[in-house]
């Protein structure tokens, strides 16, 4: 097995992006099956796993997730429509021992978690030179209409995956002093 070293895996980090733009070409399923096991193996508070994933690729239903994304903003997620694959994310039951410790100290490890799941399916992506966003701003009523969600259940996540049509951005992050320091705030 041929592992990425830390150079390597740090390049895929800074090569990942939020792409909104989509050719018309499919992802091949073991591609998106590589994608989904990277989310599916995501480490999670006290093993709950507290997620769900809803692959979805009939057109049809690509096309009215899209309009759920839109917020009946003109222009808001707009791009969604091309994205050949869009995966949503479910938040499920955490276990008792994450719920006790998520009272406990009053953190909702469920989100930790899902969002843990999601950045390695979006890494998993840029590894399969595949582009992702993940889209937080959707009417989350209609997303469980449309994939009969049960109604106790929270969307939490919409994520685009498709080959990237744009080339990469230059990154924009603060400077590593503004957001890291040692033994001290």
Not at 111 to 117: E, N, Q, S, T
Request: with cysteine; aromatic share 6%.
């Amino acid at each position: 097995m041929n592992l990425p070293g830390g150079e390597e895996l740090l390049e895929l980090i800074r090569l990942r992006q939020s792409d909104r733009n989509y050719p018309d070409r499919a992802v091949e399923k073991e591609k998106l099956e590589r994608i989904l096991e990277a989310g599916r193996l995501s480490p999670s508070a006290c093993n709950a796993q507290p997620w769900r994933f809803i692959v979805v690729d009939k057109r049809e239903l690509l096309e009215r997730l899209s309009e759920a994304a839109s917020g009946k903003i003109p222009g808001m997620n707009a791009f969604a429509s091309k994205a050949p694959v869009q995966i949503v994310v479910v938040r499920e039951r955490a276990n008792l021992l994450s719920k006790i410790g998520s009272t406990i100290k009053d953190k909702d490890y469920s989100l930790i978690d899902i969002g843990i799941a999601a950045a390695n399916m979006c890494l998993q992506a840029e590894a399969e030179k595949l582009g992702s966003c993940m889209l937080g701003w959707f009417d989350e009523k209609a997303v469980k209409k449309i994939l009969n969600i049960p109604a106790s259940k929270r969307v939490e996540l919409i994520i685009t995956i498709g080959y990237p049509a744009d080339p990469k951005r230059e990154k924009k992050r603060k400077p590593a002093g503004d957001v890291i320091s040692y033994n001290s705030y």
